[in-house]
């Protein structure tokens, strides 16, 4: 009788025991559960902070599903190595509306349009849209704003000036999907207050503006400091090209370099520059034509009627193949040089490189330097391919344009902000008087050379005033070409917040 008392309590306590262990168990596995779900939670959100910062903030960090192999590769030192991303911080403004932007024509122009629209968004105090790139010019290139430019790069990077978005809110995109927008086009080479007494209003009006057109719209001098230094710091910083840009033209730089310095030749004898222009020289009958029902065909190419030799003795014309082979020789540029032809097809192909190929035989092309797979995501993107073109111009031992074009003239005026790197800049209208006269046997070939060099004895990207003409915009100088304001200071001081 006395035993039974502990039976029961050995029955309780067993019973407790079971109970304590189930309840053990039951809170390991809330533990477990709890932590796995924390683990996810966690990967998920650096995903979504790895695809918000980009692949250039963490292409150096190893992904949770490599390989082993791959995971040894990313050493310590690697991870530690990686730069901190410091953002300047955001400026803080009353938002006066949206502005959307539409830009025309080839790259070069538009990448100065972008510039413009950055600084008058923030003298507005507006929030800009990403610009919309031109896909109907002669080019048809479908590219998108990201396909070319680092977007996320460009945005915050201009965060203490302006903000900038990729798309509308919901409600003025479903606005503007329905049509119900107001669009125009600025008048060129306005000045700011154009924007601020004629633009402003319209978008405080109606919340959302589209400028249509965008290329020299802004005027190139008598603008605000602060304007002109932010145009730069687009230009120069905002502006970066995508990844995949930049290191296939590292790659065509450093293939050039193997061979000793090199020459980039913006030889813009191409259909499309032929047809605009008129010029015609040393084309057959038949090219002529195909030239002239081109210009005829485009309608936002307003001069259709050209006398050719006219154009060219004002120094209006590309200088062609032939005449170029001329100049670098009359230049005393060295004959064993590297010549990286910057350009699209040359019109006439073969038969009219000829010369200039017989004068230097080291003529090279992104086609020739770089394998096929390297240029297939390139392929039908024209410009895609400028901006390749763009980035091994920029560091080439000398420039030469052939035609004051906007790539011509974007690169020259970068190239001086860089240090006034040597940039030969032709005088067209007196190269073609004196490649007559040589022709015709009025010079021989040392007087000929002697005047070629004398002419441009201060032509080569040296520092100069920027020409103004009041009420001239066209003939004076391109302010992206010589943008003056910028080079007093170091390029450090410009970019120090980006």
């Known amino acids: 009788m006395g035993l039974k008392p502990i039976d029961k309590i050995k029955s309780v306590n067993g019973g407790l025991t079971a109970s304590t262990?189930?309840?053990?168990?039951?809170?390991?596995?809330?533990?477990?559960?709890?932590?796995?779900?924390?683990?996810?939670?966690?990967?998920?959100?650096?995903?979504?902070?790895?695809?918000?910062?980009?692949?250039?903030?963490?292409?150096?960090?190893?992904?949770?599903?490599?390989?082993?192999?791959?995971?040894?590769?990313?050493?310590?030192?690697?991870?530690?190595s990686l730069p901190a991303v410091v953002l300047p911080p955001k400026r803080v403004y009353k938002n006066n509306g949206y502005l959307m932007v539409s830009c025309n024509g080839g790259l070069n122009q538009m990448r100065a349009a972008i510039c413009d629209m950055v600084a008058i968004a923030r003298d507005l105090n507006v929030t800009l849209i990403v610009p919309e790139l031109d896909k109907t010019s002669f080019w048809a290139d479908p590219s998108e704003f990201q396909d070319i430019f680092d977007v996320d790069h460009f945005i915050t990077s201009l965060r203490d000036e302006v903000r900038i978005l990729k798309q509308l809110p919901p409600r003025l995109k479903r606005r503007v999907e329905l049509g119900r927008i107001y669009s125009m086009p600025p008048i060129?080479?306005?000045?700011?207050?154009?924007?601020?007494?004629?633009?402003?209003p319209l978008i405080q009006k109606y919340k959302v503006v589209h400028l249509n057109r965008t290329d020299t719209r802004l005027a190139n001098n008598g603008q605000p400091l602060e304007i002109q230094k932010l145009r730069c710091?687009?230009?120069?910083?905002?502006?970066?090209?995508?990844?995949?840009?930049?290191?296939?033209?590292?790659?065509?730089?450093?293939?050039?370099?193997q061979n000793g310095p090199f020459l980039v030749l913006h030889l813009r004898y191409e259909m499309d520059m032929l047809a605009f222009s008129g010029c015609s020289q040393g084309c057959n009958h038949d090219e002529v034509e195909e030239l002239t029902r081109m210009r005829h065909a485009y309608p936002w190419w307003k001069e259709k009627i050209i006398n050719s030799d006219l154009k060219r003795k004002?120094?209006?014309?590309?200088?062609?193949?032939?005449?170029?082979?001329?100049?670098?020789?009359?230049?005393?540029?060295?004959?064993?040089?590297?010549?990286?032809?910057?350009?699209?097809?040359?019109?006439?192909?073969?038969?009219?490189?000829?010369?200039?190929?017989?004068?230097?035989?080291?003529l090279v092309r992104k086609e020739t330097l770089l394998e096929p797979t390297d240029l297939?995501?390139?392929?039908?993107?024209?410009?895609?391919?400028?901006?390749?073109?763009?980035?091994?111009?920029?560091?080439?031992?000398?420039?030469?344009?052939?035609?004051?074009?906007?790539?011509?003239?974007?690169?020259?005026?970068?190239?001086?902000?860089?240090?006034?790197?040597k940039t030969i800049l032709?005088?067209?209208?007196?190269?073609?008087?004196?490649?007559?006269?040589?022709?015709?046997?009025?010079?021989?070939?040392?007087?000929?050379?002697?005047?070629?060099?004398?002419?441009?004895?201060?032509?080569?990207?040296?520092?100069?005033?920027?020409?103004?003409?009041?009420?001239?915009?066209?003939?004076?100088?391109?302010?992206?070409?010589?943008?003056?304001?910028?080079?007093?200071?170091?390029?450090?001081?410009?970019?120090?917040?980006?």
């Not at 390991?28 to 650096?46: D, F, G, N, P």
């Not at 052939?402 to 902000?417: C, I, P, Q, S």
Request: with cysteine; charged share 25%; proline share 3%.
């Open 188 to 200: 060129s080479w306005s000045d700011i207050s154009y924007y601020r007494n004629q633009i402003l």
């Open 21 to 80: 262990s189930r309840s053990s168990k039951t809170k390991m596995w809330m533990i477990r559960a709890t932590t796995s779900i924390l683990v996810w939670t966690c990967i998920v959100q650096l995903t979504a902070v790895g695809d918000l910062w980009g692949p250039r903030v963490l292409k150096g960090w190893p992904s949770c599903f490599e390989s082993s192999g791959g995971l040894n590769a990313v050493t310590l030192d690697t991870v530690s």
């Open 376 to 421: 297939r995501y390139f392929q039908n993107h024209s410009s895609q391919m400028a901006a390749l073109d763009y980035l091994v111009a920029l560091e080439s031992d000398i420039f030469v344009p052939t035609y004051d074009g906007n790539m011509a003239k974007v690169v020259e005026g970068h190239r001086r902000f860089v240090g006034f790197k």
């Open 426 to 498: 032709l005088d067209r209208r007196l190269l073609v008087d004196l490649i007559d006269q040589y022709t015709r046997g009025s010079l021989n070939w040392g007087e000929f050379s002697s005047a070629v060099k004398q002419t441009h004895a201060n032509r080569m990207g040296n520092h100069v005033k920027r020409v103004v003409i009041p009420d001239r915009p066209k003939e004076e100088d391109y302010f992206y070409a010589n943008p003056e304001e910028c080079l007093h200071s170091s390029s450090e001081d410009l970019l120090s917040s980006t």
């Open 314 to 362: 004002d120094g209006l014309c590309p200088s062609t193949p032939e005449e170029t082979a001329l100049i670098l020789r009359a230049l005393e540029i060295d004959r064993n040089i590297q010549i990286y032809i910057a350009a699209g097809e040359i019109y006439g192909g073969e038969r009219r490189m000829a010369s200039l190929a017989a004068a230097y035989p080291k």
């Open 233 to 257: 710091r687009v230009n120069f910083s905002a502006l970066r090209f995508t990844s995949q840009i930049e290191e296939l033209g590292r790659k065509v730089i450093n293939l050039l370099r």
